[in-house]
């Protein structure tokens, strides 16, 4: 069974970069999210992931987004769902096309904001530069 993925990272400060504009960036403590999407993902398990990542305890003394009030920046990212077993080239074929994977993105981002999470983003299918400042190092990632 595949699952909508998301990678965290554990981060003090983040920002997503397109064409030169900064268009998504947190400062401080937060996480940053990288969300894959696949064919059976649904707005249910987008509001899944969307508490799971407001709860989950990864910030400094087990603490959660929820807890301290963190920042989120939340990045779509297909490419989660590259498959590299055979060959030397990914394929792509378990990760959702844009007309489906958009809205769950944006589910995501729409769920932690009601439950009160500040969001940053990206821009869905633009080439971003995603830059960070990895705290721990800490990852960890969630299936839904």
């Known amino acids: 069974m595949v699952r909508m993925r998301a990678v965290v990272q ?3 400060g ?6 030169g504009e900064t268009v998504g ?3 401080g403590e937060g996480l940053c999210v990288l969300v894959g999407v696949t064919h059976e993902d649904t707005p249910e398990k987008a509001a899944q992931l ?3 990542l407001w709860s989950v305890r990864m910030l400094h003394d087990e603490r959660s987004c929820s807890d301290v009030d963190a920042p989120l920046l939340v990045i779509s990212q297909f490419t989660l769902y590259g498959d590299a077993r055979k060959g030397r080239r990914p394929t792509w074929n378990a990760a959702a096309p844009g007309p489906v994977a958009e809205p769950l993105v944006d589910e995501v981002v ?3 904001r009601d439950l009160g999470a500040t969001v940053a983003t990206g821009r869905f299918g633009a ?3 995603v830059s960070l400042t990895n705290d721990g ?3 960890v990632l969630i299936e839904i």
């Open 50 to 52: 969307a508490r799971k």
């Open 25 to 27: 960036e947190i400062d």
């Open 14 to 19: 983040a920002s997503v970069v397109v064409d």
């Open 110 to 112: 729409a769920r932690l």
């Open 10 to 12: 554990r981060v003090d």
């Open 137 to 139: 190092p800490f990852t």
């Open 127 to 129: 080439q971003m530069r």
